[in-house]
């Protein structure tokens, strides 16, 4: 069994060649050996409930107690796993890649994805993990916990208020109709289909503000049904409801906009987490502790230091993470969590006009694989000495209004390159600056 499975979410990949009943077999017995209570869910991609019954029969028959909670949200099903005191929780989803793919995400009990070294521990038990089958327990109503805790702190508030809900044909379908319909909300669902092989299609025209949404969510039907139905807003999730995407009646908003939003109405003056890609607008609002790219890596700065922090999220995909509930990026809660600003601040469009614009620009060079190494250490020797600089992920660099970011791709023979400014014009020649140390 090849090592490295494991990418920045989770292990990930093609059905059939890459992911296949047997893997799912082999990582049920090696966390069975390990974890002696795991949860087990899934999305609604075909292949899930053969892979996901595979995993769960698998760690069965080493003597693991496996529920099985069936079609559930990401962040519902982690916290299910709290509820029943599991060991682990294991779902069965690619998140919001097409139907074809599929694998598997592993999360501690406090919500926290599987450490770096936990993922190396389930690598090397593969070897030796056998695939005899085993019976597997059966809780759905379990996944509903999640939204009972939600129930207990906002049931009914939001009466009357109008949503837009794009179920994106993934997770969600499963809770968050009846989640939204008790909060007191009129709610128009889109997208709700649950035959697994649902495909959006991308937004007409692409902003490079949306990231990855403008390809997996239908951001212009969405806006199409808020104008219809006289919605206040809407709602998109990906395909295991960890991510969140909000649409205003005037047009989608930038994940790096929600997060300033979130923080400044609920967190100001705060300490929170972001990446080293997010916008320096939050810094305006909250004392900002940068870390990777990745949401795993948001959730473990906020694990090591909880105490410290109020809330954290990776602003350029749309994760966001609330450590009073729970340390798993949540898609479901961070919706309620924007209706709740909402009532109590006005319309979403009027928020968004108070965030600071600034110019943000991405462009990316070609790099051999094997020489991203040499050329990123050369590029930080060209650095100037009062520039202040963060190296956890590339070369960040910031200056008052404005940085760059450095970053080579984990996937392609590309370095990625990010700037921030008050103006186009100082964006643009930011990008020079950042493009002449990699020459």
């Not at 995400?105 to 993922?119: I, R």
């Not at 400044?264 to 004392?287: E, Q, R, T």
Request: with cysteine; hydrophobic share 40%; glycine share 8%.
């Amino acid at each position: 069994m090849k090592m490295g499975l494991f990418g920045t979410s989770g292990i990930r990949g093609v059905i059939d060649s890459e992911i296949t009943l047997d893997l799912a077999r082999k990582l049920g017995a090696a966390t069975a050996k390990k974890y002696k209570k795991i949860v087990v869910a899934r999305d609604h991609r075909l292949s899930g409930p053969v892979l996901s019954e595979g995993f769960g029969k698998a760690a069965a028959m080493i003597g693991a107690e496996v529920i099985d909670i069936g079609v559930a949200p990401t962040p519902a099903a982690v916290f299910a796993g709290k509820t029943l005191s599991a060991e682990c929780t294991v779902i069965v989803t690619a998140s919001h890649n097409p139907p074809q793919y599929n694998g598997f995400k592993f999360f501690n009990p406090d919500g926290s994805a599987f450490s770096k070294a936990q993922e190396l521990e389930i690598e090397k038990l593969l070897e030796y993990a056998p695939v005899i089958m085993g019976r597997i327990k059966s809780s759905e109503i379990t996944k509903f916990a999640h939204n009972d805790k939600i129930l207990s702190e906002f049931a009914g508030k939001f009466a009357g208020m109008k949503i837009v809900l794009n179920l994106n044909g993934g997770a969600a379908t499963a809770t968050a109709l009846p989640l939204f319909d008790k909060l007191g909300c009129v709610v128009h669902p889109i997208f709700e289909r649950t035959d697994g092989e649902y495909v959006p299609n991308p937004k007409s025209k692409p902003d490079p503000t949306l990231g990855d949404w403008n390809r997996i969510a239908d951001i212009d039907t969405t806006l199409k049904i808020i104008e219809e139905t006289g919605s206040d807003l809407g709602i998109i999730y990906d395909g295991d409801a960890d991510r969140l995407f909000a649409v205003s009646k005037e047009g989608p908003i930038a994940p790096d906009k929600l997060i300033y939003l979130f923080s400044s109405h609920f967190y100001p003056g705060a300490n929170v987490v972001d990446v080293v890609d997010g916008s320096s607008i939050l810094d305006s609002v909250c004392n900002v502790t940068r870390v990777p790219v990745g949401d795993v890596n948001v959730s473990y700065e906020l694990k090591g230091n909880r105490n410290n922090y109020s809330f954290g999220g990776e602003s350029c995909s749309g994760a966001y993470v609330w450590p009073s509930l729970h340390l798993c990026p949540d898609g479901i809660y961070s919706s309620v969590k924007l209706l709740q600003m909402v009532s109590e601040n006005g319309p979403l469009e009027s928020l968004v006009k108070k965030v600071p614009e600034n110019f943000i620009k991405r462009d990316k060079i070609q790099i051999p694989k094997e020489r991203k190494a040499e050329i990123l250490e050369r590029a930080k020797g060209r650095l100037e000495q009062s520039w202040k600089a963060n190296f956890s992920d590339g070369i960040r660099v910031d200056f008052p209004g404005s940085w760059f970011l450095i970053r080579p791709s984990g996937t392609e023979p590309i370095m990625r390159m990010t700037v921030e400014a008050e103006s186009e014009e100082k964006a643009l020649a930011l990008m020079e600056k950042a493009r002449k140390l990699l020459e």
